[in-house]
């Protein structure tokens, strides 16, 4: 039996710091000997290839289902779909062997979520008390200074949130049995 994958989401709107959190977080696991897994979930079609590559060729011209580029320590699926899969699910399919999943994005989906959220952006945050998903969240990443939401707030320039979010993530992370 493989071992249980742990997941959590990173959520936030556009130009929030999504990316940067996660980054950190990945980093911080790795430096504590954590095997990380990502997942991004895209609002538009992906454009890691592009015409006239071989990979596009086989997609396209070759109405190939499934392509893989295989080269020096990388690998690429590129695979196309009738409908988006969940995080968990793509977890359990693609990051066997993980300690920890971290998602960027699938807001609406039943997991624990940190969001970022900076006021400078946007006026509000995903996170509502009457969001479908609203006990899922368990920590926010904020430039606000005077707010009231029911779990831990982390402000960009505390100096010891990183440690505690990791810490906190990893405990509340959704524990996906192999």
């Known amino acids: 039996m493989e071992r249980p994958i742990r997941l959590v ?5 556009k130009n929030s710091g999504k990316t940067t959190l996660l980054v950190a977080l990945a980093a911080e696991y790795g430096r504590r000997g954590k095997i990380v897994g990502t997942l991004k979930h895209g609002t538009h079609p992906a454009t890691l290839d592009h015409e006239g590559t071989d990979t ?6 070759g109405s190939a289902q499934r392509a ?16 988006e899969a969940d995080p968990v699910t793509l977890a359990r399919q693609y990051m066997s062997g993980t300690d920890i999943v971290l998602a960027e994005g699938f ?12 006021r400078e952006e946007h006026d509000e945050p995903h996170y509502s008390p009457a969001h ?3 006990k899922h969240w368990f920590a926010m990443v904020t430039d606000q200074v005077d707010v009231d939401y029911p779990f831990p707030t982390f402000r960009f320039s505390d100096t010891s949130w990183l440690v505690n979010l ?3 993530a990893w405990d509340k992370a959704m524990i996906i049995e192999g």
Not at 56 to 61: A, N
Not at 71 to 81: I, T
């Open 9 to 13: 989401s990173v959520v936030g709107k």
């Open 68 to 83: 893989l580029l295989e080269s020096a320590g990388q690998r690429v699926l590129f695979q196309r779909l009738d409908e």
């Open 107 to 118: 807001t609406t989906h039943p997991i624990p979520k940190i969001e970022v959220f900076r």
């Open 166 to 168: 990791s810490k906190m």
């Open 56 to 61: 596009w060729r086989h997609m396209h011209e």
């Open 132 to 134: 479908p998903n609203a």
